[in-house]
């Protein structure tokens, strides 16, 4: 079975529906760290060189096609957030899970 890693970024407001989503999917287990920050650098602009958020972040490890699904049900979260940028998704191969 091929197996990816799914690492979420979300807003803080996100977090609950995004578990809930991972929970339907049929996803196993994942890490979630909680009060994070992410920064998107503004380029030319001199006085903020970068806008820095709160976020959730998750790492999940799941099948590919579970993985598939998750991405495709978090998709339409995307834009409903208070603050911008509220969803970012990152699919990586994975090697080894045991």
Known sequence: MKMKQLIILCSEDLTER?????????VEGYIHIPE????RFVRNDPITPFVTWAASMMVVPASED???????RL????GQCKE?????????GLEEYF
């Open 84 to 92: 911008e940028p509220c969803l970012k998704l990152l699919v990586c």
């Open 36 to 39: 994070a920050y992410a920064n």
């Open 66 to 72: 579970v993985v598939d699904r998750v991405v495709r």
């Open 75 to 78: 998709k339409e979260y995307a």
């Open 18 to 26: 995004i578990i809930f989503a991972l929970r339907e999917e049929g």
